[in-house]
């Protein structure tokens, strides 16, 4: 089986559980991570169900994995996995999570794949082989006037304390843009600036396997997604700005003064 046709294999397994799971999840089976940070029994289902798939398949290869963190093996490939993104929309009953499965390759990541079971919609793109919607093609906007732009963002709700910081230039780009949305879902974010639906998306406190396959998906759907400092370092650091390219760096203007 070819990588992109295990992970979205993976991810639809995946998103199965969570769907027939939606409409059981009790007080009991919510944990809190951390201040304001939730996982449930459906995260851990999930990522299990992901990691033996894959595993089954390439075994030779790492995984790292929000809930269960690293299974270490041999050599520089690794699965990047985050089985549930939106967990607190989905404790709440609300349609906007996803799955997200990236395959890095000696740092870069070259396969991935982000899945909606709601909608149904699945965001894949392989290196060099463009991005895709359920097997259309997909590209990124070409909208280059910020007061025509629709752009999204995430709250810092792992670090309050930079919450000022945040709303100064939260109240920036408001002002220069169109509109601005804050759905929950950060893989799902990066999935709708490839595929046009935003043109941009910045947010602050992101791990790894937040970005991974959002990563490949926009740079293949001919956007651009960096540090908030223009580097390429925002599955290290965290912080991200992603879009059309076109206005990357009149957005990133705003951001890199404040959280550089």
Not at 56 to 79: L, T
Not at 171 to 182: A, G
Not at 221 to 237: M, N, P, Q, T, Y
Request: overall charge negative; hydrophobic content about 40%; glycine content about 8%.
């Amino acid at each position: 089986m070819e990588r992109i046709d295990c992970a979205i294999l993976a991810a639809k397994e995946a998103g199965s559980i969570i769907l027939n799971s939606i409409d059981s999840i009790e007080v009991r089976e919510v944990e809190a991570k951390q201040s304001f940070d939730f996982v449930t029994d459906v995260d851990r289902k999930c990522e299990q169900t992901i990691i033996d798939i894959l595993q089954n398949y390439y075994p030779q290869y790492s995984i790292m994995a929000e809930e269960s963190g690293a299974h270490q093996k041999s050599g520089s490939v690794r699965w990047i996995i985050d089985p549930l993104d939106g967990t607190t929309n989905y404790i709440h009953g609300y349609p906007n999570s996803s799955i997200s499965i990236a395959l890095e390759e000696e740092g870069e990541i070259t396969v991935g794949v982000i899945y909606d079971p709601f909608r149904d919609e699945l965001f894949r793109a392989e290196k060099n082989g463009g991005a895709y919607l359920n097997n259309k093609r997909i590209s990124v906007s070409q909208e280059n006037e910020m007061s025509r732009c629709l752009i999204a963002t995430g709250f810092p709700f792992k670090d309050k304390a930079i919450l000022e910081k945040y709303w100064t230039v939260f109240s920036q780009i408001f002002h220069k843009v169109s509109d601005i949305r804050r759905a929950g879902s950060a893989a799902l974010d990066l999935a709708y600036v490839a595929c046009g639906r935003l043109d941009g998306f910045w947010e602050l406190i992101l791990s790894a396997w937040d970005m991974a396959a959002g990563d490949i998906i926009i740079r293949e759907a001919g956007g651009k997604i960096s540090d908030v400092g223009g580097d390429s370092l925002h599955l290290e650091k965290g912080n991200v700005i992603a879009t059309n390219g076109v206005i990357h760096k009149e957005l990133a203007a705003i951001i890199s003064p404040v959280f550089a």
